[in-house]
């Protein structure tokens, strides 16, 4: 009995944690330059990933398995994070990147003939809703740059043909491995660039490290642990369910803690674009790619 509410209560704590990532990079990316805060996380969530991976004694890929986990992993972390991180710092809201991350599913269903999906009229009405909710809550925020936009279809795009490209050849790794090595495999390549561009300064290091602190144990580590606590005991499409709530807690999340506003256009959208979300769930037993999603960009 405590065993099943406990599985039950993990299920809006997961929620709420995924959803801080985001109000945690808005403050990161206001202490320090957003290529910094994603090295500094990306260096330390790895050591600490890797160390969970090797403890539980996953099985490592190899050769050409290895190079695909390594170009999913830039894809999905370097790739999503920067372009995210970067258009945080241009004053995106967090919301409004939850809810462009959560349109992932679109994209997919765009390469669906690449991994042996189908799509159903469903789950393209679903999509059409779910565009609609993005353009009102983009539409109603008039303070950041059409360069803050772009950044956010730069990140959708980088988790979505990552995503995509790890189940089509990396379908049998470990998600702990490859979760482990997404991360190391992307730390060098962000504090290459960090170096080279000159974002190596941080303006508020009490900030700096307490978002770093909450992205690296709370996002990367107890989410992903959260994760696949409820992916060994629920099914993938009731798990990936949860993530339909990311756009709103997440708008709640940063009006409470960081002061963004929260204006009645925007939440018009994010509703719109939750119904979107819902409408366009898998519901095939053979259709996981979104449902699995999570584990391929876990925080």
């Not at 809006?12 to 990161?28: E, K, N, Q, T």
């Not at 089509?168 to 482990?180: K, W, Y």
């Not at 939750?274 to 876990?298: K, Q």
């Amino acid at each position: 009995m405590q065993s099943r509410f406990a599985m039950v209560a993990t299920q809006p704590l997961f929620v709420v944690l995924w959803s801080s990532a985001f109000v945690a990079g808005v403050i990161g990316v206001g202490a320090a330059p957003p290529l910094l805060v994603l090295f500094a996380r990306f260096a330390i969530a790895g050591v600490l990933l890797a160390a969970y991976a090797l403890a539980t004694r996953v099985t490592w890929p190899r050769g050409n398995q290895l190079r695909h986990v390594f170009v999913a992993g830039l894809s999905v972390q370097m790739v999503q994070f920067g372009a995210f991180y970067t258009a945080m710092a241009e004053h995106v809201p967090a919301a409004v990147i939850a809810l462009v991350q959560g349109l992932n599913p679109v994209v997919i269903a765009l390469c669906a003939g690449l991994i042996g999906e189908t799509v159903t009229m469903r789950q393209w009405f679903g999509f059409g809703i779910g565009g609609i909710g993005v353009a009102l809550a983009v539409f109603d925020q008039s303070h950041f740059s059409v360069l803050g936009l772009l950044l956010c279809v730069v990140g959708l795009l980088g988790l979505s043909i990552g995503t995509v490209y790890q189940k089509r050849f990396t379908p049998t790794v470990d998600p702990r491995a490859s979760t482990a090595l997404h991360v190391v495999v992307s730390a060098p390549i962000a504090g290459a660039l960090a170096w080279l561009s000159g974002q190596v300064h941080v303006s508020d290091a009490g900030r700096f490290a307490g978002s770093l602190t909450w992205m690296v144990l709370v996002n990367s580590v107890a989410a992903f642990l959260l994760l696949n606590a409820m992916l060994r005991r629920w099914d993938a499409t009731r798990v990936g369910k949860l993530f339909f709530a990311t756009p709103a807690v997440t708008a709640i999340l940063a009006w409470l803690l960081i002061d963004q506003p929260l204006r009645l256009l925007t939440v018009a959208g994010l509703g719109i674009g939750l119904i979107g979300l819902v409408f366009a769930a898998r519901t095939p037993v053979r259709s996981r790619v979104a449902a699995d999603e999570p584990v391929a960009a876990a925080r």
